[in-house]
């Protein structure tokens, strides 16, 4: 089990190039459809991933 503000992250579908991400409450309130996003991974070192947000979906922890 993960503490509340603990991030996860969850792979989908590689052919869609979408993934989604759990933040702390205090993060999700200032997201918005649409926003730009980059994303990095500690496997890339020096590489940020341009994005932006598609969806947001309400969750209960």
Same mark, same amino acid.
């Given at each position: =089990? =993960?503490? #509340?503000?603990? $991030?996860a992250? *969850?792979?989908i579908?590689? #052919?869609?190039? %979408?993934?989604?991400?759990?933040? $702390?409450?205090?993060?999700?309130?200032?997201? =918005?459809?649409?926003?730009?996003?980059?994303?990095?991974?500690?496997? *890339?070192? #020096?590489?940020?991933l341009?994005s932006? %947000?598609? #969806?947001?979906?309400?969750? %209960?922890?």
């Amino acid at each position: =089990m =993960m503490a #509340g503000a603990t $991030p996860a992250l *969850i792979f989908i579908h590689e #052919g869609d190039k %979408v993934f989604a991400a759990a933040f $702390p409450q205090t993060v999700v309130q200032r997201l =918005m459809l649409g926003a730009e996003a980059e994303i990095v991974f500690d496997a *890339i070192p #020096g590489k940020v991933l341009q994005s932006k %947000v598609s #969806g947001l979906v309400d969750a %209960v922890s």
